[in-house]
Nanobody, 115 residues
Framework: QVQLVESGGGLVQPGGSLRLSCAAS????????MRWYRQAPGKQRDVVAT???????SYPDSVKGRFTVSRDNAKNTVYLQMNSLKPEDTAVYYC?????????WGQGTQVTVSS
């Protein structure tokens, strides 16, 4: 069992930056593949970053070069650094942990990009 708590969301102007954090507790964090997702109103939930237990990161084209995912296994935390933010990045951002058939989700944090 894994509990995930996201933080760091907020309101930012276009072109600005935010860093989201996802703190995990309850299990061996280092074995999990971690993903960040986002969901805008009326749209499906899409993955925006993945980092494996070995630290390999991947991104969809929509955020590649602007978002960076990292993890600190000693702190049981995964981060999402978001730069050059655009209004279309506005969404609720969720972190999730995956290991085998197990999947755990956080409650989400709102990111709003607006002038």
């Amino acid at each position: 069992q894994v509990q995930l708590v996201e933080s760091g969301g907020g309101l930012v102007q276009p072109g600005g930056s935010l860093r989201l954090s996802c703190a995990a507790s309850g299990s061996i964090f280092s074995i999990y593949t971690m993903r960040w997702y986002r969901q805008a109103p009326g749209k499906q939930r899409d993955v925006v970053a993945t980092i494996t237990s070995g630290g390999t990161a991947s991104y969809p084209d929509s955020v590649k070069g602007r978002f960076t995912v990292s993890r600190d296994n000693a702190k049981n935390t995964v981060y999402l650094q978001m730069n050059s933010l655009k209004p279309e990045d506005t969404a609720v951002y969720y972190c999730a942990a995956f290991q085998g058939f197990q999947a755990y989700w956080g409650q989400g944090t709102q990111v709003t990009v607006s002038s």
